[in-house]
């Protein structure tokens, strides 16, 4: 289980970054996109500030990277 985790730590950072991007911009685009309507937003907007949030996760490997 921690298998993963392990390989990601052993990818260069250049490429950690691709594979954070290829992951969760996909992954919060679609949740705003579904979710952008409940919240009175039209669908595409709501993929916009999915791909906002989505891109926290990336931020915070950014800022773990420049503290090592």
Known sequence: MS???RWFERQPFERQIII???VFD???????YLLGPEF???PILG????L??????LSL???????R
């Open 3 to 5: 298998l993963l985790p």
């Open 20 to 22: 954070f991007a290829l």
């Open 52 to 57: 906002v949030a989505a891109s926290v996760p």
């Open 40 to 42: 009175g937003v039209e």
């Open 61 to 67: 490997l950014v800022m773990r990277e420049a503290n």
């Open 26 to 32: 996909p992954i919060g685009f679609a949740v705003g």
């Open 47 to 50: 993929g916009v500030y999915g």
